[in-house]
T-cell receptor, first 112, second 116 residues
Framework: GDSVTQTEGLVTLTEGLPVMLNCTYQ???????LFWYVQHLNESPRLLLK?????KRTEHQGFHATLHKSSSSFHLQKSSAQLSDSALYYC??????????FGLGTRVSVFP | GPKVLQIPSHQIIDMGQMVTLNCDPV?????FYWYKQILGQQMEFLVN????????KSKLFKDQFSVERPDGSYFTLKIQPTALEDSAVYFC??????????????FGAGTRLSVL
């Protein structure tokens, strides 16, 4: 079945440094849709980025990601982390019946 | 942006009791989902619901689970009877169309269920 693998556990970094969270996926569908959701403490998971197009960069709120079907990847990047980026990040794959298949989530903690 | 509300945010009950988790989806949305997240694990699909019917359910959606949305009110997840392994955070989500039609899932903040 479908699966999503992302950078595990906790990523800690200093404010101003770049951040990259890895995401790879497996699916039988030739045209998958990939998503990044972000969840701040005590809030709902909300959509950060989504992509349906191979090799096209998508950006939002300083974050960017490019869907690469050749490597089944959708890594999330930001050039300069801010304190407010501290949150839980989920990579997710569209699933025809189930809506989304999620990765385990990566907790990002940004320190001054 | 669009909001999905979940009530209550935390529920504590004794094993064997019934519990109902309530979800107020985005008003014009047609597709509804429940996901379960055990502490430290990923969110896993339970069930989706469209046009008054369960469309798909996972193996996590045990016989003790049921969902309904009577007359456009809350979309509910009922567990009867509850078991210790039902302790988790349950997320409700809704969308105006299917994900494969490039629609976005909007999530609630979750209900933390603790079964004692």
């Amino acid at each position: 079945g479908d699966s999503v693998t992302q950078t595990e556990g906790l990523v800690t970094l200093t404010e101003g440094l770049p951040v990259m969270l890895n995401c790879t996926y497996q699916t039988i569908y030739s045209n998958p849709f990939l998503f990044w959701y972000v969840q701040h403490l005590n809030e709902s998971p909300r959509l950060l980025l989504k992509s349906f197009t191979d090799n096209k960069r998508t950006e939002h709120q300083g974050f960017h990601a490019t869907l690469h079907k050749s490597s089944s990847s959708f890594h999330l990047q930001k050039s300069s982390a801010q304190l407010s980026d501290s949150a839980l990040y989920y990579c997710a794959l569209s699933n025809y019946a189930q809506g989304l298949t999620f990765g385990l989530g990566t907790r990002v903690s940004v320190f001054p | 942006g669009p909001k999905v509300l979940q009530i209550p945010s935390h529920q504590i009950i004794d094993m064997g009791q019934m519990v109902t988790l309530n979800c107020d989806p985005v008003s014009n949305h047609l597709y509804f989902y429940w996901y379960k997240q055990i502490l430290g694990q990923q969110m896993e699909f339970l069930v989706n619901f469209y046009n008054g019917k369960v469309m798909e359910k996972s193996k996590l959606f045990k016989d003790q689970f049921s969902v309904e949305r009577p007359d456009g009110s809350y979309f509910t997840l009922k567990i009867q009877p509850t078991a210790l392994e039902d302790s988790a955070v349950y997320f409700c989500a809704s969308s105006s169309g299917t994900v494969f039609s490039q629609n976005t899932l909007y999530f609630g903040a979750g209900t933390r269920l603790s079964v004692l």
